[in-house]
């Protein structure tokens, strides 16, 4: 829960060490919104429930999502 502030920073480390990475996007709340990211990404959000979605693809074309739940309480 973020309390008394509206801006959702996060930072994390995505790797692949046998094709390599090709992109690195990310969301929030919405899977239609990806934006490209490297190792961080914010945005001010209302009050309320809310997603991170990030979306790593490798240079095969494989890709994974993760997701983060968190709660901006103003």
């Known amino acids: ?3 008394n502030n509206p ?10 060490d046998r094709a390599g990475l090709k992109d690195v996007e990310c969301a929030f709340d919405s899977t239609t919104t990806f934006k490209p990211c490297v190792n961080s990404y914010s945005a001010t959000l209302a009050e309320g429930p809310h997603k991170l979605y990030i979306r790593a693809t490798d240079k095969a074309g494989n890709s994974a ?10």
């Not at 999502?65 to 103003?74: A, G, S, V, W």
Request: net charge negative; glycine share 0%.
């Open 65 to 74: 999502d993760k997701t983060h739940d968190f709660t901006i309480d103003l």
């Open 7 to 16: 801006l959702a920073a996060y930072t994390f480390n995505v790797v692949d």
């Open 1 to 3: 829960v973020l309390t």
